[in-house]
T-cell receptor, first 111, second 108 residues
Framework: EPEVTQTPSHQVTQMGQEVILRCVPI?????FYWYRQILGQKVEFLVS????????KSEIFDDQFSVERPDGSNFTLKIRSTKLEDSAMYFC?????????FGPGTRLTVT | KNEVEQSPQNLTAQEGEFITINCSYS?????LHWLQQHPGGGIVSLFM???GKKKHGRLIATINIQEKHSSLHITASHPRDSAVYIC??????????FGTGTRLQVFP
């Protein structure tokens, strides 16, 4: 059964460093999403992406964040200058129409 | 006020018990997801529904659009059902709005 994959599973970085989180969505899906879950809190929407552009973003998704689909299969989330409060689990999801399928997540730890 | 409320927040059960987790929401939606999150953190989609009832194995999900309420039932619960169950709604936009989750522990 097709699934969404994410790499790395765990990323440790120092404050101020750039990180790129990678996702491979299900191959025939057209809609892509990033979500974040800070430890002990609920999952929050970050951004949705369709037709090579952002379709919606939350107030969390500020200028430090960017997304792209560099090669037609990967979908990446870049954080330019990480802060301690960016430490969280980041989930990628994709959908063909409505139902979203989630990846296993990347745990980002900023020290 | 949260747009998606779940109850209870925590639930313990003995193996074999029938379990119900509730979700109420305050916005108009096109669909509702029930998700399962295991201790490792990964999220698995259990159901997506926009009306009526769906069943998959021992899991049953129902939704009442007029009352803005959904329930997830687990019949004959088992310790491997122990996880956090999350309700997430899809308003008429792209973004899912998540509840805070219900932590379920099933003891043998």
């Amino acid at each position: 059964e097709p699934e969404v994959t994410q790499t790395p599973s765990h990323q440790v970085t120092q404050m101020g460093q750039e990180v790129i989180l990678r996702c491979v969505p299900i191959s025939n899906h057209l809609y892509f999403y990033w979500y974040r879950q800070i430890l002990g809190q609920k999952v929050e929407f970050l951004v949705s992406f369709y037709n090579n552009e952002i379709s919606e973003k939350s107030e969390i998704f500020d200028d430090q964040f960017s997304v792209e689909r560099p090669d037609g299969s990967n979908f990446t989330l870049k954080i330019r200058s990480t802060k301690l409060e960016d430490s969280a689990m980041y989930f990628c999801a994709s959908s063909g129409q409505v139902e979203q399928y989630f990846g296993p997540g990347t745990r980002l730890t900023v020290t | 006020k949260n747009e998606v409320e779940q109850s209870p927040q925590n639930l313990t059960a003995q193996e074999g018990e029938f379990i119900t987790i509730n979700c109420s929401y305050s916005v108009g939606i096109s669909a509702l997801h029930w998700l399962q999150q295991h201790p490792g953190g990964g999220i698995v989609s259990l159901f997506m529904l926009s009306s009526g009832k769906k069943k998959h194995g021992r899991l049953i999900a129902t939704i009442n659009i007029q009352e803005k309420h959904s329930s997830l039932h687990i019949t004959a619960s088992h310790p491997r059902d122990s996880a956090v169950y999350i309700c997430a709604v899809l308003p008429n936009t792209d973004k899912l709005i998540f509840g805070t989750g219900t932590r379920l522990q099933v003891f043998p």
